[in-house]
């Protein structure tokens, strides 16, 4: 038996659906805090014009925060599971096997 599942993007703000290949999805960190968040194409240069002036004001900060442990996590095989599960609840492509994209790995974090 074959099964289909097909993910639509909808826009975060308006709860309106966005048609296939219009629209982004944006990363940005807020109070120490990772977000993604799914815009229209008007509703995303909105966002670029507006957090524009307070970039061209701030500084670029190199480097990364750093990471959980693993031991924090549970074992990596089940924090995988869960990260491949949420990933598909929540409109990634993620593979059944293999490696998980590190963008995928960093949105389930922010997410959790």
């Known amino acids: 038996?074959?099964?289909q599942v097909i993910y639509?993007?909808?826009d975060d703000l308006t709860g309106e659906p966005i048609p296939e290949?219009?629209?982004e999805s944006v990363r940005f960190t807020y109070g120490g805090t990772n977000f993604e968040i799914d815009f229209s194409a008007e509703n995303a240069e909105q966002?670029?014009?507006t957090l524009a002036k307070?970039?061209?004001a701030g500084r670029k900060v190199t480097g990364s925060e750093p990471r959980?442990?693993?031991t924090n996590r549970?074992?990596?095989k089940e924090r995988l599971a869960r990260i491949r599960a949420w990933a598909a609840e929540n409109g990634h492509?993620?593979?059944a096997r293999g490696r998980v994209a590190q963008t995928i790995i960093d949105s389930y974090e922010a997410a959790h």
């Open 1 to 3: 038996m074959a099964k």
């Open 8 to 10: 639509r993007l909808v």
């Open 21 to 23: 290949g219009t629209g």
């Open 47 to 49: 966002f670029h014009e």
């Open 54 to 56: 307070y970039a061209k």
């Open 68 to 70: 959980v442990p693993a």
């Open 74 to 76: 549970g074992s990596d």
């Open 93 to 95: 492509k993620v593979n």
